[in-house]
Each structure stands twice: as C-alpha cells, then as structure tokens.
C-alpha cells in the first residue's frame, strides 16, 4: 500500500504542475475514489493499531503482576509489533492529508476557487 499510495500522490504532484484541462474532471472524480480507498486503508489500520496496542498494554499489566518469561516475550513480541504498526499508520494518516489538499488544488484548478490549503506554485 505503501508504494501504492506515494506513485498516485506523485502522479497528482505532476499533474497539478502541468495540468490538463480535458483530464481535469476525471482526474479528480478519480482522486476522490482513491480517496476513499485510502481512508478505508487508514481505518483498518487503526483499528489494527488500536486492538494491538490494548493487547500490549494488557500483558504488560499481566507481565508485572505474574513474572512469567512466556508473558514477558509474548509483550516484547506485541510492543515489536506495535512499533511498526503505529508507524505505518503515521505514513497512512499523513499521506491522505496530503491527498486531501491535492483534491483542493484539482478543483481550484476547475473551479477556479483557491482553497487555503493550495498556494499558487502548486506546493502543497
């Protein structure tokens, strides 16, 4: 997913550049479906990150309070799965921000409305 979403935000880097009017419409109706492929990915993942981090938290209380070895690799186990996790999920967040503020200069673009989030230069 990752590089499935950092290709489509370039590509939308590059046409915000150099835009084509005849594209522009379905570019965007486009960029709106992706969209919503995106914050689908972001929510699973937030519930996956949600469930692992209750977990992690529940056999640290269990490691404290029996001192077993299984419980204390069963939590290094979670904790090292959560790490990654948590940091995949900051990709997710922060890419569909972006993508947001895309979609606002594709339809300033048609529109012609300047959104605040989209300066004149096509950085966003």
């Known amino acids: 997913m990752r590089y499935y979403m950092t290709a489509y935000e370039q590509f939308l880097r590059e046409f915000v550049k150099n ?13 709106l479906v992706q969209i919503g492929f995106m914050q689908h990915e972001r929510f699973v ?16 209380g269990l490691t404290l309070y029996y001192r077993t070895v299984a419980l204390g690799i069963l939590t290094a186990l979670l904790l090292g799965l959560l790490a990654p996790y ?18 606002n200069k594709l339809s300033s673009l048609e529109e012609g409305i300047k959104y605040p989030n989209t300066d004149p230069d096509g950085k966003i």
């Open 86 to 103: 948590l940091w995949h999920y900051y990709f997710l967040e922060n890419t569909t921000q972006r993508m947001y503020a895309l979609y």
């Open 45 to 60: 993942h937030f519930l996956v990150c949600i469930l692992v981090g209750i977990l992690s938290f529940i056999t640290i």
């Open 19 to 31: 835009p084509d009017m005849k594209q522009l419409s379905a570019i965007r109706k486009e960029t």
